[in-house]
């Protein structure tokens, strides 16, 4: 196994550790908040515990994403099958949008039903929800930026809206205990508002992944990176074109590099090579390169013409 197909498994099971404790600790929390939501009287835990339960279904399929992408290349995908890791990535964006419709529409119904107060207990369940969705999103999230997984972050960012819309309900239960008659629906609102916030989030979370599988530049860091690399070789007198696009947990960079035009094939082979194997070895995670060579005196002409 090549040095970069074992870091890329490496970080690709790194995700999925903290994935599958994800998966682990929403199914629990959906099971306590919909049980307490319901025998407690409030909406408000109920669509918490919805939120918690697609959190189980969307990481998931972040599991089964980062378990595709680091499959080795074949005949039919030269490049590998990383697309599946920001594939899920924009499936679990989208299920928090449907979530957070469910939610919302849910919410509307509940304000204009008249019920009873939520349960005092249930204020306890969402506290030890909040501690334990924003230690987890924490968690998840440095994982995500240290195997540099937009799949995991998304996934991170779950356990961040399941957080806030938990804290929504805790603000909303207590308006409704302490405002008494007349204000029992506050949690509902409190739902409501949690739901745009999910809203907003999932399109923040779409965006990064909806880019990388449509082949997006990188960020410029790891352009200039690569830049800087190719220019400290002997015989490199310039680059022309230089494309970078991110394939799962690895980047594949296309390479036009300039050379003395008086140079003969094999040395200008060489020189390409040497581009080749400066970049691999200075900039992490960069999987491959291709380099093509451009005599200095062409350049200059078509330049010109």
């Not at 529409?105 to 506290?127: D, F, G, M, N, R």
């Not at 629906?185 to 989030?201: G, Q, V």
């Not at 050379?259 to 070895?281: A, E, W």
Request: charged share 20%.
């Amino acid at each position: 196994m090549s040095k970069s197909l074992s870091t890329t498994r490496k970080r690709a099971e790194q995700g999925m550790r903290s994935t599958a404790l994800g998966i682990g600790i929403n199914a629990l929390l959906a099971v306590i908040k919909v049980t307490a939501g319901f025998f407690g009287n409030s909406y408000a835990l109920i669509a918490d515990g919805i939120e918690s339960a697609s959190d189980v279904l969307s990481s998931m399929v972040v599991f089964a994403g980062l378990k595709i992408a680091i499959k080795p290349r074949d005949e039919n995908h030269p490049y590998g099958h990383g697309k599946a890791e920001p594939l899920a990535a924009v499936l679990v964006s989208m299920a928090l949008f449907g979530a957070a419709i469910i939610i919302a529409v849910q919410s509307a119904k509940e304000i204009i039903t008249p019920h009873h107060a939520p349960a005092p207990y249930t204020l306890i369940v969402l506290l030890v929800v909040v501690v334990t969705k924003e230690l987890l999103y924490r968690y998840v999230f440095s994982v995500g930026e240290e195997v540099k997984s937009t799949a995991v972050k998304t996934d991170a960012w779950h356990h961040r809206s399941d957080a806030i819309t938990s804290m929504a309900a805790f603000l909303g239960i207590v308006i409704a205990l302490i405002g008494g008659e007349g204000w029992e629906e506050a949690d509902d609102w409190a739902a409501l508002f949690a739901s745009a916030i999910i809203i907003y989030n999932a399109y923040q979370l779409f965006k990064p992944a909806i880019n990388e599988v449509m082949d997006a530049a990188p960020p410029i860091y790891l352009l200039q990176d690569v830049k800087n690399a190719a220019l400290g070789v002997d015989g490199v007198l310039g680059l022309d074109k230089c494309f970078i696009r991110k394939m799962g947990f690895d980047h594949y960079v296309d390479l036009h590099v300039i050379v003395s035009g008086d140079l003969t094939v094999r040395k200008s082979h060489n020189i390409g090579h040497k581009v080749k194997n400066m970049i691999l070895q200075s900039v992490p995670g960069i999987t491959d390169v291709l380099v093509h060579i451009e005599p200095e005196e062409e350049l200059e002409k078509g330049k010109k013409l």
